[in-house]
């Protein structure tokens, strides 16, 4: 069992950054794939980006990319999302997971872990 703990979120103004960490209870960060995911009310999660257990490998969703990088460090037991030339579009609920099978994956079932959320708004 693991939990997450999301912190960092916030309100900004379109064009800005934030960076979002997320983390980790326990002794096994390292053999968890993380991703950050992102869901508005009534929406269906979406993923945003996801790293590897050594974090050599890093996916994303394409209206990011260029934009947010994910990043971790396992001595810390901690993932972070750092967010630039934010836009109002990328205002959500994000969240952290991890996933303790297989390689990156854009699929939410696919992660066993989930943090609680925290609320990212960027104003116009």
């Known amino acids: 069992q693991v939990q997450l703990v999301e912190s960092g979120g916030g309100l900004v103004q379109a064009g800005g950054s934030l960076r979002l960490s997320c983390a980790a209870s326990?002794?096994?960060?390292?053999?968890?794939?993380m991703g950050w995911f992102r869901q508005a009310p009534g929406q269906e999660r979406e993923f945003v980006a996801a790293?590897?257990?050594?974090?050599?490998?890093?996916n994303y969703v394409d209206s990011v990319k260029d934009r947010f990088a994910i990043s971790r460090d396992n001595a810390k037991n901690t993932v972070y999302l750092q967010m630039n030339s934010l836009k109002p579009e990328d205002t959500d609920a994000y969240y952290c997971?991890?996933?303790?099978?297989?390689?990156?994956?854009?699929?939410?079932?696919?992660?066993?872990?989930w943090g609680q959320g925290i609320q990212v708004t960027v104003s116009s």
């Open positions: 997971a991890a996933r303790t099978i297989g390689t990156v994956s854009s699929d939410p079932d696919g992660y066993d872990y």
């Open positions: 326990g002794r096994t960060f390292s053999s968890y794939v």
């Open positions: 790293i590897s257990r050594r974090g050599f490998t890093t």
